[in-house]
Nanobody
């Protein structure tokens, strides 16, 4: 069993910064990908940023503003220059090599508003 524990969400004004963390624990063999998705009200869940086989990938809407990093089984998302359109529930995602099943965190709310 794999558990993902997220932290770091909250409310911030436009232009502000937040840092999200996601720690994975349990039966972790080899990580294929680990990253962040988000879902705004009335919208589909979308990829924000991920580290896939060691390479970083970003959605066009966050390039230059968000940075994803990892250390052992933890992934971080540094979010700078936040905009109101970044408001969403952010979910940590983990895919293990050789497994079809993917794991999700419980979600953390990010609200950008003046």
């Amino acid at each position: 069993q794999v558990q993902l524990v997220e932290s770091g969400g909250g409310a911030v004004q436009p232009g502000g910064s937040l840092r999200l963390s996601c720690a994975a624990s349990g039966s972790i063999s080899s990580i294929y990908a680990m990253g962040w998705y988000r879902q705004a009200p009335g919208k589909q869940r979308e990829l924000v940023a991920a580290i896939i086989s060691g390479s970083t990938n970003y959605a066009d809407s966050v390039k230059g503003r968000f940075t994803i990093e990892n250390a052992k089984n933890t992934v971080y998302l540094q979010m700078d220059s936040l905009k109101p359109e970044d408001t969403a529930v952010y979910y940590c995602n983990l895919k293990l090599r050789g497994q079809v099943h993917q794991y999700w965190g419980q979600g953390t709310q990010v609200t950008v508003s003046s």
